[in-house]
């Protein structure tokens, strides 16, 4: 059911949790400790994406096992950034493997991934998709419960909505939809990283004068500890980017469900 971390703070080294931890998002993706039932692996594809000083997102998206990619090691240890986000997939069955259905999903403000998977797919959630507009639904990076939650979440920013709201309103509208849905969102700005915790398990710790926020540690620091189920996560970077504030609220509480 995939993994993913995300990091918002003063610029740092990217590699550390994706690559080089005791369990890095690499071990995450061919020993997960907690998936709840969604799967052994996440080796249907993976991404990673940071913001630059200044500029937009960069993203790295490929539909084969992260431990395969030979140049991944090259291309993020130069790497220093103030908010990224990575992800390694479990891609849901009846759904497309490709580097396009990998989180994250970005544009020119905003990384976006899902951990989960929306029940009843794609009748369940026909209502919500009806409110995008046309083009959106027929841009959609991939046909998956994760692309259309992408399209929905960057409509609401795009005509003004605070991230924090969307994400809320989002999750709220899923499930009423599609009871017993699984989702443990992330979108990170350049100064806001916003979480949730439905259904999966999502941890989070001080990383310096950050946050780091993962499906499981990524090591051994004893300063871990996890975010309720039904939590909300949102973090804001403050004093010009030198530190992080951050705050964990319950939104609700998810059905306990089987997965199909």
């Known amino acids: 059911m995939c993994r993913h971390l995300a990091y918002l703070g003063p610029a740092t080294a990217l590699a550390d949790p994706v690559l080089r931890a005791p369990h890095s998002l690499v071990v995450q993706s061919y020993a997960p400790e907690n998936m709840r039932g969604g799967g052994t692996v996440n080796a249907d594809g993976f991404g990673v994406g940071w913001f630059a000083d200044d500029g937009y997102p960069t993203c790295y998206r490929r539909a084969e096992p992260i431990w395969t990619d030979p140049a991944l090691e090259r291309l993020l240890r130069p790497v220093r ?30 990384l976006f991934s899902h951990n989960g998977v929306v029940f009843g797919w794609p009748e369940s959630v026909a209502g919500l998709a009806a409110g995008l507009p046309v083009v959106d639904l027929l841009r959609l990076a991939a046909p998956t419960d994760s692309a259309l939650l992408w399209a929905l979440v960057r409509h609401a920013l795009r005509g003004g909505a605070d991230p924090v ?19 443990n969102f992330l979108l990170s700005g350049r100064a806001v990283l916003v979480a949730t915790a439905w259904s999966h398990s999502l941890w989070l710790r001080p990383h310096g004068a950050g946050v780091l926020v993962a499906s499981e540690p990524c090591d051994e620091e004893p300063d871990w500890r996890p975010v309720p189920d039904g939590g909300l996560l949102v973090a804001r970077t403050t004093d010009g980017g030198a530190s992080t504030a951050y705050e964990v609220t319950k939104i609700g509480q998810p059905e306990e469900r089987s997965l199909p």
């Open 81 to 110: 950034s103030r908010s990224f986000l990575a992800a390694v997939r479990s891609g849901t069955v009846g759904m497309p493997v490709t580097a396009e259905a990998c989180a994250p999903f970005a544009d020119d403000d905003w």
């Open 165 to 183: 709201e969307t994400v809320t309103d989002l999750l709220h509208r899923v499930v009423a939809a599609a009871p017993g849905s699984r989702l």
